[in-house]
């Protein structure tokens, strides 16, 4: 994929940090990153989140750790890019859970607003994508990985 646009997700932040400075008080900049693992998913799930439907997101531990990113933290903040890397929205941390994957429940997975937004389909699909990537971290997928799950608000818009 195309790397994220960091100078426009600066810009941004600025813009966001100017207009919301009660929010914005992240220590630094947030990380700048995008849903899924190639363009066609990422703008598929920035969709789910700018039209008003997606509102949680999972992510193995092992993501953060291979990227060397300090897990998220309640009030903390993200920018989230499209497919081509353009930053296109500012996401702010409202709920965090360290869990496996059985630990994921309907509701969970309604809010992530993929699929049907059933359970069984998060499980699926989920399963599925950890283990597309799992070979890129160095690890095999386990139903015995950490995920954390996150879910969030949407906090400004390009």
Not at 6 to 21: G, R, V
Not at 24 to 34: F, G, K, L
Not at 79 to 104: K, V, W, Y
Request: proline fraction near 4%; hydrophobic fraction near 40%; include cysteine.
């Amino acid at each position: 994929m195309e790397p994220v646009d960091l100078t426009a997700a600066a810009e941004m932040w600025k813009a966001y940090q100017s207009a919301h400075p009660d929010l914005a008080t992240d220590n630094e900049m947030p990380s700048v990153e995008r849903f899924g693992d190639h363009p066609a998913l990422s703008d598929e799930l920035l969709g789910l989140v700018i039209d008003g439907e997606k509102r949680a997101t999972a992510t193995l531990l092992k993501e953060f750790e291979a990227e060397g990113q300090q897990l998220p933290r309640i009030g903390s903040h993200w920018i989230a890019c499209d497919g081509a890397g353009r930053p296109r929205a500012i996401l702010r941390s409202t709920e965090l859970r360290i869990g496996t994957i059985d630990t994921a429940d309907a509701a969970f997975a309604y809010d992530e607003a993929e699929d049907d937004r059933s359970l069984d389909a998060w499980l699926l699909g989920h399963r599925t994508y950890w283990n597309r990537i799992c070979p890129s971290l160095g690890i095999e997928w386990s139903d015995d990985l950490e995920i954390l799950f996150e879910r969030f608000t949407v906090a400004w818009t390009a």
